[in-house]
């Protein structure tokens, strides 16, 4: 078992990201341990643990131990098993990702959390960058705060739709889940509802248009908070190694996956099962109903 005492947090930037370390994926995580890392990753938005050569089934059972896992979000139920999740070559599709975004907010119930382990990486490149929406809402000036504090973004995964199918992705596009990921509307700020601090809660891969704005004012102020929330100021960049995983809380942090390579980038991702943004949701371990 691993001691609660024995975890390491190590800041990357001053304001996002942590390494972990004193933890093996390998034994079940017991709860002083497992509530250190709950409490890093609402912290710092993402968290890593390297050289973690671990099975699928140690993989699922480490999740449990933050919520619900599901095997993708589009078409992911709460009754998925370790069985579901596949090791993808990211590489055809890296240029699809080479935005920054919060993962499918285009649903009603996005995913509240993200893990991605690295299982065969690139020789160089294939970077992932990551950026706080705290610190992004925390550098705005106050009169822009006031000014989009209440109102709300229209989430659609056509443009996702018409960024695969524009690379040539075809057959991934039209598997993606679409009857799922329907236009979704969403808040322009969003209140963690465990740390309770506010974050933007826009992102360029999936929201169209601001509903309350006219379509100029709605542009006008997208492409400045597009700009703004890849501030170097806010942001880090992981280069990945085999057996790393990152986990992100995905209602504070979004990300950006760098496309400057050609090899094969082969990554086992899950995600935690969500809720409408705003309303209550906590990382805890996964509580299952009686059979």
């Known amino acids: 078992m691993n001691a609660s005492s024995g975890v390491t947090v190590q800041r990357i930037t001053g304001k996002i990201g942590a390494v972990i370390g004193g933890i093996d994926l390998r034994k079940p995580l017991d709860e002083g341990a497992a509530s250190t890392l709950r409490q890093a990753l609402l912290d710092h938005g993402?968290?890593?643990?390297?050289?973690?050569?671990?099975?699928?089934?140690?993989?699922?059972?480490?999740?449990?131990?933050?919520?619900?896992?599901?095997?993708?979000?589009?078409?992911?139920?709460?009754h998925d098993t370790p069985q579901d999740v596949a090791s993808t070559n990211l590489t055809p599709t890296r240029y699809a990702t080479a935005t920054w975004h919060a993962d499918t907010t285009s649903l009603a119930k996005p995913p509240i959390v993200t893990a991605?382990?690295?299982?065969?990486?690139?020789?160089?490149?294939?970077?992932?960058?990551?950026?706080?929406?705290?610190?992004?809402?925390?550098?705005?000036?106050?009169?822009?705060?006031?000014?989009?504090?209440?109102?709300?973004?229209?989430?659609?995964f056509q443009l996702t739709l018409d960024r695969l199918r524009n690379l040539g992705a075809l057959d991934v596009a039209?598997?993606?889940?679409?009857?799922?990921?329907?236009?979704?509307?969403?808040?322009?700020?969003?209140?963690?509802?465990?740390?309770?601090?506010?974050?933007?809660?826009?992102?360029e891969t999936f929201v169209t248009r601001i509903v309350e704005l006219d379509h100029?004012?709605?542009?006008?102020?997208?492409?400045?908070?597009?700009?703004?929330?890849?501030?170097?100021?806010?942001?880090?960049?992981?280069?990945?190694?085999?057996?790393d995983m990152a986990i992100w809380d995905n209602r504070s942090?979004?990300?950006?996956?760098?496309?400057?390579y050609d090899e094969p980038r082969i990554m086992q991702r899950i995600v935690l099962a969500g809720v409408r943004p705003?309303?209550?949701s906590r990382l805890a371990p996964r509580v299952r109903s009686a059979a």
């Open 46 to 78: 993402v968290i890593f643990v390297r050289q973690q050569d671990i099975t699928m089934d140690q993989y699922w059972a480490f999740m449990e131990t933050l919520g619900v896992p599901m095997k993708e979000e589009s078409t992911g139920t709460d």
């Open 116 to 156: 991605l382990r690295a299982v065969k990486v690139p020789s160089f490149g294939g970077d992932t960058c990551w950026s706080s929406m705290y610190a992004a809402w925390d550098a705005l000036s106050e009169p822009m705060r006031r000014m989009l504090d209440g109102l709300n973004a229209v989430h659609s």
């Open 174 to 203: 039209d598997d993606h889940g679409q009857p799922n990921a329907v236009e979704q509307i969403h808040p322009v700020v969003l209140a963690h509802p465990e740390t309770g601090r506010k974050a933007l809660y826009v992102n």
């Open 216 to 243: 100029l004012e709605s542009a006008a102020v997208l492409a400045f908070l597009f700009r703004h929330v890849e501030r170097p100021d806010f942001t880090m960049r992981w280069k990945w190694t085999p057996h």
């Open 253 to 260: 942090v979004q990300h950006y996956a760098v496309p400057d």
């Open 278 to 280: 705003g309303e209550p």
